[in-house]
């Protein structure tokens, strides 16, 4: 009886080893259409992918994430624009953190950043520390622009590189 035990399990090892016959995929195990999601990033930021204030490049055309049977869930990441937040909502679902192309540096959308006696907040960073404190801009500049500021107790100006509007950068300790 053994030769015969044998020669059955034989054919049952050869059938848990070949690989399972393809079969197309039932709407639950599909996958999500990567140029859907592009289409509504593009749709939510109103700038299609690769142009500033849209997604910085599409979605990468081998994600394999499962397809949700309600609509995607889209959102600024953080409260920010420069990160748009995708969500399946259904149970189990995914989220995909989609970057935003944002303006090159230094370059001036609307004008200055900041403008001669405006109130602006001077960050002192070294390795280790940072601290804030109040100042006046005593000239105006756009993003990553260098400008004379002072302190509010300071009367000797310093220069600071600006940062974004109402904050300017002082680093210390960097060549």
């Given at each position: 009886?053994?030769?015969?035990?044998?020669?059955?399990?034989?054919?049952?090892?050869?059938?848990?080893?070949?690989?399972?016959?393809?079969?197309?995929?039932?709407?639950?195990?599909?996958?999500?259409?990567?140029?859907?999601?592009?289409?509504?990033?593009?749709?939510?930021?109103?700038?299609?992918p690769?142009?500033?204030?849209?997604?910085?490049?599409?979605?990468?055309?081998?994600?394999?994430?499962?397809?949700?049977?309600?609509?995607?869930?889209?959102?600024?990441?953080?409260?920010?624009?420069?990160?748009?937040?995708?969500?399946?909502?259904?149970?189990?679902?995914?989220?995909?953190?989609?970057?935003?192309?944002?303006?090159?540096?230094?370059?001036?959308?609307?004008?200055?950043?900041?403008?001669?006696?405006?109130?602006?907040?001077?960050?002192v960073?070294?390795?280790?520390?940072?601290?804030?404190?109040?100042?006046?801009?005593?000239?105006?500049?756009?993003?990553g622009?260098?400008?004379?500021?002072?302190?509010?107790?300071?009367?000797?100006?310093?220069?600071?590189?600006?940062?974004?509007?109402?904050?300017?950068?002082?680093?210390?300790?960097?060549?």
């Open positions: 009886m053994k030769p015969v035990a044998a020669a059955l399990l034989v054919p049952v090892a050869v059938l848990l080893m070949a690989p399972a016959p393809a079969r197309a995929a039932s709407p639950g195990a599909a996958f999500a259409d990567p140029a859907r999601i592009d289409g509504e990033v593009a749709r939510f930021t109103g700038m299609p690769g142009t500033t204030g849209g997604a910085a490049q599409p979605a990468d055309r081998r994600l394999r994430l499962a397809a949700c049977a309600n609509p995607l869930s889209l959102g600024w990441y953080a409260g920010r624009r420069d990160t748009v937040l995708v969500q399946c909502p259904d149970a189990g679902g995914w989220r995909l953190f989609v970057p935003v192309l944002q303006p090159a540096a230094g370059a001036a959308a609307e004008g200055p950043a900041v403008l001669r006696g405006e109130a602006v907040t001077i960050a960073a070294g390795p280790g520390f940072s601290v804030t404190q109040p100042g006046e801009a005593l000239e105006a500049g756009a993003v622009a260098w400008i004379r500021v002072r302190t509010a107790a300071n009367v000797q100006p310093m220069r600071a590189r600006i940062v974004r509007p109402g904050l300017v950068s002082v680093a210390v300790g960097e060549e």
